[in-house]
Structure formats: structure tokens, C-alpha cells
């Protein structure tokens, strides 16, 4: 068995509220689905020893699947 060290910085915590859209077709009917506020309520990291990649799935309102989010925006840091 081989051991595996990662580091691995996970960019939303449980309790994050985000925003998620819809992409509507055709978009003049993007008003009748509107963007919803959702709380991350799990995050799961899953990594690949072959390719060296970790992934972060989360579980949004305590049901359903465990879906793949853009990372937010990183604050940039004041000097």
C-alpha cells in the first residue's frame, strides 16, 4: 500500500450561502427562473493519486447529489 500526502485548500466552508443560476433557453423567459440561495450543507474532497488533482463536490440543503461549483473569486490582499 502506498501512502499519499496532499494539501489541498477548499475554497467555501459548511454554512457558505451561495447563489446559483440557471441558464435558460431562450433567455427572455429567464425571469420566470430566478437564481436561488442555497447553503452548502457537506463538502467532500475527492482526489486522484494518478493525475494529482483534488476535487471538491458539495451537498447544497442537506439533499440531493454531490455537485461540482466554481471556486469564488479570491479576495486580493491589501498591502
Known sequence: MTTIK??????YE???KIVTGRE?????????FPAAVRTITD?????????GEAVF????????????????PRKKKRK
Open 6 to 11: 496532499i494539501s489541498a485548500s477548499c475554497p
Open 24 to 32: 435558460i433557453h431562450p433567455p427572455e423567459l429567464a425571469f420566470r
Open 57 to 72: 463536490l458539495y451537498e447544497l440543503d442537506g439533499r440531493g447529489p454531490l455537485v461540482r461549483l466554481e471556486a469564488p
Open 43 to 51: 463538502i467532500v474532497c475527492q482526489y486522484s493519486a494518478q493525475t
Open 14 to 16: 459548511i454554512g457558505d
